[in-house]
């Protein structure tokens, strides 16, 4: 089974930068499209961005395109999000997954989570 441990997260201020972190366990996480979801207190976990396997493709949901940045590192089993511009609404808990599509733009991910990681973006 893949563990999946999220960090990176804490409280920023609207403009500023953070970069999440996924160390994913397992021998498969160099042939999985991994992503990071999101949720908001109140609302259900939403997709944020997708990477392919090799990373060459990327997918965002359209209120962080041109914000962050999804990459990966198979070398190290790790997944990343960085972030930039970030607003209050980016406020939630940042989960990492493997989507059991295998396709960057249908972003359904398995049902196994890690414990997430929390970003609280002030104004």
């Known amino acids: 089974q893949v563990q999946l441990v999220e960090s990176g997260g804490g409280l920023v201020q609207a403009g500023g930068s953070l970069r999440l972190s996924c160390a994913a366990s397992?021998?498969?996480?160099?042939?999985?499209?991994m992503g990071w979801f999101r949720q908001a207190p109140g609302k259900e976990r939403e997709f944020v961005a997708t990477i392919s396997a090799s990373g060459y493709s990327t997918y965002y949901t359209d209120s962080v395109k041109g914000r962050f940045t999804i990459s990966r590192d198979n070398a190290k089993n790790t997944v990343y999000l960085q972030m930039n511009s970030l607003k209050p609404e980016d406020t939630a808990v940042y989960f990492c997954n493997a989507l059991k599509t295998g396709i960057v733009t249908l972003p359904i991910p398995y049902d196994v989570w890690g414990q997430g990681t929390q970003v609280t973006v002030s104004s």
């Open positions: 397992g021998r498969t996480f160099s042939s999985a499209v």
